[in-house]
């Protein structure tokens, strides 16, 4: 595992979406995997500013997305959908039907999770898979006693993420208490990952994910078993770690560090 620390989240961001670029400029037609939520913005603007000003190029590219809330159309403000359209797809150039984001209407869960794990094979599997992290230490929405060689599948929400993501919703009862996500042996298998996270709020579940235990009550921790991960994460998220230092110094020598 890499571990950057940046100073600030736009740094975090910018060094995330030279990651991207990198994949893009090396593999035009890549498979991204693309994750939801605040941590992400603002790579995703990044994202627009590089193929506004410099032409980055979405043309070929696929991206598979890490998760769903059950039961929200996708033309509902707070579905993923919605969140990807509109900080994402509409600026750049990928093709619409290159995107695939489960579904949370589906009639048949079972046979879209399979369709959807196929449909990722298919393609070739994921190059570079981007991740935030849940305060309970999630990754997509495989939360805590999660298989660490789970599939895509429906999860039940922790309170917690309930909780967290109810600042999005209205009301806390909102809050969609099913999801349909990437299981976390899905995610395994992409080829190189980075995770992204800022704030002091996230910096128990950092610390547990990169210097805890591997373990299902802390399923970003699974990330320890994968031979290319990268955490790209800013000073507060990283203030927990008991190793910071050592991150530090590996960090200033990295030869060619985004
Ligand atoms: C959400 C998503 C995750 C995301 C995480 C953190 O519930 N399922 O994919 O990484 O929780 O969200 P945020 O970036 O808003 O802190």
């Given at each position: 595992?890499?571990?950057?620390?940046?100073?600030t989240?736009?740094?975090?961001?910018?060094?995330?979406a030279?990651?991207?670029?990198?994949t893009?400029?090396?593999?035009?037609?890549?498979?991204?995997?693309?994750?939801?939520?605040s941590t992400?913005?603002?790579?995703?603007?990044?994202?627009?500013?590089?193929?506004?000003?410099e032409g980055?190029?979405?043309?070929?590219?696929?991206?598979?997305?890490?998760?769903?809330?059950?039961?929200?159309?996708?033309?509902?403000?707070?579905?993923?959908?919605?969140?990807?359209?509109?900080?994402?797809?509409r600026?750049?150039n990928?093709p619409?039907?290159?995107?695939?984001?489960?579904?949370g209407?589906?009639?048949?869960?079972?046979?879209?999770?399979?369709?959807?794990?196929?449909?990722?094979?298919?393609?070739?599997?994921?190059?570079?898979?981007?991740?935030?992290?849940?305060?309970d230490?999630?990754?997509?929405f495989?939360?805590?006693?999660?298989?660490?060689?789970?599939?895509?599948?429906?999860?039940?929400?922790?309170?917690?993420?309930?909780?967290?993501?109810?600042?999005?919703?209205?009301?806390?009862?909102?809050?969609?208490?099913?999801?349909?996500?990437?299981?976390?042996?899905?995610?395994?298998?992409?080829?190189?990952?980075?995770?992204?996270?800022?704030?002091?709020?996230?910096?128990?579940?950092?610390?547990?994910?990169?210097?805890?235990?591997?373990?299902?009550?802390?399923?970003?921790?699974?990330?320890q078993?994968?031979?290319?991960?990268?955490?790209?994460?800013?000073?507060?998220?990283?203030?927990?770690?008991?190793?910071?230092?050592?991150?530090?110094?590996?960090?200033?020598?990295?030869?060619?560090?985004?």
């Amino acid at each position: 595992m890499e571990i950057i620390v940046k100073d600030t989240v736009e740094e975090m961001s910018q060094v995330a979406a030279r990651v991207v670029a990198k994949t893009l400029n090396a593999k035009p037609d890549a498979v991204l995997g693309l994750a939801t939520g605040s941590t992400p913005l603002g790579l995703y603007q990044e994202l627009v500013r590089m193929h506004q000003a410099e032409g980055l190029d979405f043309s070929q590219v696929t991206t598979f997305h890490l998760d769903a809330y059950v039961g929200l159309k996708q033309k509902h403000p707070q579905s993923y959908h919605y969140f990807m359209d509109e900080n994402l797809f509409r600026h750049i150039n990928i093709p619409h039907q290159n995107v695939y984001i489960p579904s949370g209407t589906t009639d048949n869960y079972e046979a879209f999770c399979k369709w959807y794990e196929q449909r990722i094979v298919e393609c070739g599997g994921i190059d570079l898979q981007v991740l935030g992290i849940g305060t309970d230490g999630h990754i997509a929405f495989n939360e805590p006693s999660s298989s660490l060689g789970s599939r895509t599948r429906i999860k039940t929400l922790a309170k917690q993420t309930i909780d967290d993501n109810a600042r999005f919703f209205e009301s806390p009862d909102e809050v969609p208490v099913y999801a349909i996500t990437m299981g976390v042996g899905t995610i395994l298998e992409a080829e190189r990952i980075i995770l992204l996270a800022h704030g002091k709020h996230k910096s128990d579940a950092v610390a547990k994910a990169i210097e805890g235990p591997v373990t299902s009550m802390i399923t970003a921790s699974a990330l320890q078993l994968h031979p290319d991960v990268l955490f790209i994460i800013d000073r507060e998220a990283a203030s927990s770690l008991d190793m910071l230092e050592y991150y530090e110094w590996i960090q200033d020598k990295m030869p060619d560090a985004p």
